[in-house]
């Protein structure tokens, strides 16, 4: 397989269709890598089920596809000839989501000629590190997702080191089923975090799951029974929940959410730190680490710990095709390009067992 020198200008084409965001991008090696990053939600589809109906996400993306990728070619002003290779997730997630953009990104490579790079979902989040600051190996990602948490150590493009994880749900699960049981819209995590700005976190008292217990494993299944709790008391109390109410749940619980991440940051860096990086950093990558509170807990830690801190511009955090692009590029340089099978689980670390469970958005790793 031909390997490209680093140094070698390339611009793909990526599609991610694996949850419930189509979204098609293109980008190149040059200084302005983004040329175009189109994501067509599929909030108002999935409303009134309170969570993604994987039929319909997999048939929606089959109908936006098309469109999708033809709108971020013509926003890059880039001809389907122009590009190098096009991209693809090709997993983890909803298998016919991810099948559906497998189909599309087979067509296009089938019509064109260009070659097809199948890319793991997660070392898109995890990867974006170095789409957006050039971040080195070897660095410490904390990936926080609707679908996963894990620390990683990002070794190398194909090479993760899995330093701790959830062991039941995701921080963006327990996002989603906050904002539901307190009758917030989907997806969860940005709209408690706008209804949390006007709470009292101290107000009410949540769990901080497994900080007693030592290591990076993470637990957060029992925060949203805590919030069901709570929530009750606050109901039989006063007969109903009043907004006030409604932004000091919304603040307790995102501050517990943020405590845990950012003392297991603090442990995974301890760890990580004594591998001696070069330039020890943190990134933060997935849908939650467009929390700001978060953010801003992990970038204090970093201050602390004299470690670089990496967060991605918003869009950048959830799921987009630029990421799945920038992995293409990244496997097109070391020459691994003829991967592409569809699978619904993929683990980035495949030297440990995975951690439990499969969520609503599809298998965990
Ligand atoms: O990475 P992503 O777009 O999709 C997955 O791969 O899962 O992450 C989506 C998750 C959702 O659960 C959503 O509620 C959460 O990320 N999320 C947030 C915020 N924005 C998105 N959670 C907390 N605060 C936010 N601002
Ligand atoms: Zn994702």
């Given at each position: 397989m031909?390997?490209f020198?680093?140094?070698?200008?390339l611009?793909?084409?990526?599609?991610?269709?694996?949850c419930d965001?189509?979204?098609?991008?293109v980008?190149r090696?040059d200084?302005?890598?983004?040329l175009?990053?189109?994501?067509?939600?599929?909030t108002?589809?999935h409303?009134?089920?309170?969570g993604?109906?994987?039929e319909?996400?997999a048939?929606?993306?089959?109908e936006?596809?098309d469109?999708?990728?033809?709108a971020?070619?013509?926003?890059?002003g880039?001809?389907?000839?122009?590009?190098?290779?096009?991209?693809?997730?090709?997993?983890?997630?909803?298998?016919?989501?991810?099948?559906?953009?497998?189909?599309?990104?087979?067509?296009?490579?089938a019509?064109s000629?260009l070659?097809?790079i199948?890319?793991?979902?997660?070392?898109?989040?995890a990867?974006t590190p170095?789409?957006?600051?050039?971040?080195?190996?070897?660095y410490?990602?904390?990936l926080?997702?609707?679908?996963?948490?894990?620390?990683l150590?990002?070794?190398?493009?194909?090479?993760?080191?899995?330093?701790?994880?959830?062991i039941?749900?995701?921080?963006g699960?327990?996002?989603?089923?906050?904002?539901?049981?307190l009758?917030?819209p989907q997806p969860?995590g940005?709209n408690?975090?706008i209804?949390a700005r006007?709470?009292?976190?101290?107000r009410?008292?949540?769990p901080r799951p497994?900080l007693?217990r030592?290591?990076?494993d993470m637990?957060?299944?029992?925060?949203?029974?805590?919030?069901?709790r709570?929530?009750d008391?606050?109901i039989?109390?006063h007969?109903?929940?009043a907004?006030k109410d409604?932004?000091?749940?919304c603040?307790?619980?995102?501050?517990?959410i943020a405590?845990?991440?950012?003392?297991?940051?603090?442990?995974?860096?301890?760890?990580?730190?004594?591998?001696s990086p070069?330039?020890a950093t943190l990134?933060?990558?997935g849908?939650?680490a467009?929390n700001q509170?978060?953010?801003?807990?992990?970038?204090?830690l970093?201050?602390?710990m004299?470690v670089?801190?990496?967060?991605p511009?918003?869009?950048l955090?959830?799921?987009?095709?630029?990421?799945i692009?920038?992995?293409?590029i990244?496997?097109m340089?070391l020459g691994?390009?003829?991967?592409?099978v569809?699978r619904?689980r993929?683990?980035?670390?495949?030297?440990?067992?995975a951690?439990?469970?499969?969520?609503?958005?599809g298998?965990?790793?």
């Amino acid at each position: 397989m031909q390997q490209f020198a680093s140094d070698t200008p390339l611009t793909i084409l990526g599609i991610e269709s694996s949850c419930d965001d189509t979204s098609a991008a293109v980008v190149r090696t040059d200084r302005d890598r983004i040329l175009s990053n189109v994501v067509a939600g599929q909030t108002e589809l999935h409303a009134t089920f309170g969570g993604v109906v994987p039929e319909i996400a997999a048939r929606a993306h089959a109908e936006k596809l098309d469109f999708t990728v033809q709108a971020a070619l013509e926003h890059a002003g880039v001809e389907l000839s122009a590009l190098d290779a096009i991209a693809v997730t090709a997993g983890p997630g909803l298998i016919g989501g991810v099948l559906s953009g497998v189909m599309c990104a087979r067509g296009l490579a089938a019509g064109s000629g260009l070659p097809l790079i199948g890319v793991n979902h997660l070392a898109g989040h995890a990867l974006t590190p170095r789409l957006t600051d050039d971040v080195a190996f070897p660095y410490l990602v904390l990936l926080a997702s609707g679908g996963h948490c894990q620390f990683l150590v990002a070794e190398a493009p194909d090479r993760f080191h899995r330093v701790g994880g959830t062991i039941d749900d995701a921080p963006g699960e327990a996002f989603d089923k906050t904002a539901r049981l307190l009758g917030l819209p989907q997806p969860g995590g940005p709209n408690v975090e706008i209804v949390a700005r006007d709470g009292d976190a101290r107000r009410f008292a949540f769990p901080r799951p497994l900080l007693d217990r030592a290591g990076c494993d993470m637990s957060f299944s029992g925060l949203k029974t805590a919030l069901l709790r709570t929530r009750d008391a606050c109901i039989d109390a006063h007969g109903g929940l009043a907004r006030k109410d409604r932004s000091d749940l919304c603040a307790g619980f995102q501050a517990a959410i943020a405590d845990v991440l950012a003392e297991k940051s603090r442990r995974a860096l301890e760890t990580y730190l004594q591998m001696s990086p070069p330039s020890a950093t943190l990134a933060v990558a997935g849908g939650v680490a467009a929390n700001q509170t978060i953010r801003k807990r992990l970038m204090e830690l970093c201050e602390q710990m004299n470690v670089r801190f990496v967060a991605p511009p918003l869009p950048l955090c959830t799921d987009n095709a630029a990421m799945i692009a920038w992995v293409g590029i990244e496997k097109m340089r070391l020459g691994q390009m003829g991967d592409l099978v569809a699978r619904p689980r993929w683990p980035l670390d495949t030297r440990q067992a995975a951690l439990l469970g499969s969520g609503k958005k599809g298998a965990k790793a």
